[in-house]
């Protein structure tokens, strides 16, 4: 049980570059989500989904899009890398349990992405 | 307890001493609030959660105390060991009550502890 994972763990990109960040969870949770972690700040969500097939948008969405093909998956684009998205990614996931609207989010180990 | 701001708060303690952080949460209506430890270069692990019904929960270690009158949250940490040095995140439930809330959380920006041996 590998819990949730995140691919690649570093990458450096060019102004304008575009790449896809990759989340996986074995744990057949419903809900998942993409945060982003700035210095000397808390996670900022910026995009979540509730199940298959389904996105929606967090705190910070714009310059990202996610798509969720697969229950398991949960992947997050960038079209054209600016320097602002400098950061580090977390993607994490949870349950759903009937009668309690939220439980904890189980997160991945994070990748550093740094745009130049 | 956290603030905005580029600085985290800092706590120092000794080995073996009690740790107290403290969190303000924002919004009166949140019924869920949960805190997680994150060390250096690895993803936030859950510690403790509690729901709004509750003022204390104790878990091996850790309590977490709920005071919803002046929305306050804290997490003590009992016997302080240097490998609990991290930051700490106490969260909220974003969306309380509704039912579209998904489990979205908002963060505090985080406490760094430093426990010296």
């Known amino acids: 049980n590998a819990g949730v994972t995140q691919t690649p763990k570093f990458r450096v990109l060019k102004t304008g570059q575009s790449m896809t960040l990759l989340c996986a969870q074995d744990?057949?949770?419903?809900?998942m989500y993409w945060y982003r972690q700035d210095p000397g700040m808390g996670l900022r969500l910026i995009h979540y989904?509730?199940?298959?097939?389904?996105?929606a948008k967090g705190e910070v969405p714009d310059g990202y899009n996610v798509s969720r093909l697969k229950k398991q998956n949960f992947l997050l684009g960038l079209e054209s890398a600016a320097p602002s998205q400098t950061s580090v990614y977390f993607c994490?996931?949870?349950?759903?349990?009937?009668?309690?609207?939220?439980?904890?989010?189980?997160f991945g180990p994070g990748t550093r992405l740094t745009v130049l | 307890g956290e603030s905005v701001g580029l600085h985290l708060p800092t706590l120092s303690v000794q080995e073996g001493d009690n740790s107290i952080i403290n969190c303000a949460y924002s919004n009166s209506a949140s019924d869920y609030f949960i805190w997680y430890k994150q060390e250096s270069g690895k993803g936030p692990q859950f510690i403790i959660d509690?729901?709004?019904?509750?003022d204390k929960r104790q878990g091996q270690r850790v309590t977490v105390l709920l005071n919803k009158t002046v929305k306050h949250l804290s997490l003590q940490i009992a016997a302080t060991q240097p490998g609990d040095s991290a930051v700490y995140f106490c969260?909220?439930?974003?969306?309380?009550?509704?039912?579209?809330?998904?489990?979205?959380?908002?963060f505090g920006q985080g406490t760094i502890l430093t426990v010296h041996p």
């Open positions: 994490a996931s949870s349950y759903f349990q009937t009668g309690l609207l939220v439980n904890e989010q189980f």
């Open positions: 744990m057949n949770h419903e809900y």
């Open positions: 509690i729901r709004s019904n509750m």
């Open positions: 969260a909220e439930n974003n969306e309380p009550g509704g039912g579209t809330s998904y489990g979205k959380l908002t």
């Open positions: 989904s509730v199940g298959e097939g389904t996105t």
